[in-house]
């Protein structure tokens, strides 16, 4: 079907779930019991779902072994970050968790300069620091910069994403896309289990106490959330689809402001959004 390779369908798609995806994972977490289990709970449900479709995909797989091993190294690093992002969520505002993660595309300039001694490019460099100003100018409240755990955190968080993405980058285009999206959420959720001993039972417990609704509608957003924004990188040139995609910050902040009632500094999100799809389209200018 030629619908399903139009590439801005699968943008307009992104946008949409990804503006769900950080609104109700931000009202899932207000009822979490341990950061852990929820992440666990979201990943296994999403990565299920995923699997679901496919069939509407091409279905292949690398024969070189080392882009197995490539993305099993990533995949330590997707499920330290999922991990973190819970604890990050549940600490500050959507709106705010949706500007502090451009972070990632910062970092992943730097990456590119330092380690595979990429040119230096001027408006790169300047997008760059403009992501980073936004962020401050988030943080900077009444006259100082309020440094919290969750800000770090959220650093921590963006900077172990980068590395699992410049590990694992085109990697998507060897597999079957819905079940390399499915590979990447549920894996990290077994890790998780393995490594913070998390106990079945646990799980179940997040899902009885937890808020069903905001549950499923994040698992559902969120698989389908990678998927779509992989295959509109996969049918259009990086260029055109992640200015597009970076809509998603001042569209959060707009949700966040009328659905979550996250009414501190709007003007300030507001001109952070700005700036920071700005610094979206200089990167990839």
Do not use: H
Request: hydrophobic fraction near 55%.
């Amino acid at each position: 079907m030629i619908i399903l390779n139009n590439w801005l369908l699968y943008v307009i798609m992104y946008i949409i779930l990804a503006t769900i995806f950080t609104q109700f994972y931000k009202i899932a977490t207000k009822t979490l019991k341990k950061p852990g289990a929820l992440t666990i709970l979201l990943q296994l449900i999403a990565g299920i779902t995923v699997l679901t479709i496919c069939p509407f995909f091409e279905f292949k797989f690398p024969t070189d072994y080392r882009i197995y091993i490539m993305l099993g190294i990533s995949i330590i690093f997707y499920a330290i970050s999922d991990r973190i992002n819970t604890t990050v969520r549940s600490g500050i505002e959507a709106s705010t968790f949706s500007m502090l993660k451009q972070l990632s595309t910062t970092f992943m300039i730097f990456a590119g300069l330092i380690f595979l001694k990429e040119e230096f490019v001027l408006n790169k460099f300047i997008g760059a620091i403009l992501i980073i100003f936004s962020n401050i100018l988030i943080f900077y409240k009444k006259g100082k910069f309020e440094f919290n755990k969750y800000i770090i955190l959220g650093i921590l968080s963006n900077l172990s994403y980068t590395i699992a993405l410049f590990l694992d980058v085109n990697n998507s285009d060897s597999f079957n896309l819905p079940f390399y999206v499915a590979i990447t959420l549920m894996v990290p959720a077994i890790l998780i289990m393995i490594f913070e001993r998390i106990k079945p039972t646990e799980i179940k417990n997040e899902w009885i106490n937890g808020n069903k609704k905001a549950i499923i509608t994040t698992a559902l957003s969120w698989g389908m959330m990678i998927v779509s924004q992989l295959r509109a990188y996969q049918l259009q040139n990086v260029t055109i689809v992640a200015p597009l995609c970076a809509l998603t910050v001042i569209l959060n902040v707009m949700v966040g402001y009328l659905f979550l009632k996250e009414k501190d500094n709007l003007l300030r999100k507001i001109i952070a959004a700005i700036l920071i799809i700005i610094s979206v389209i200089l990167i990839k200018m």
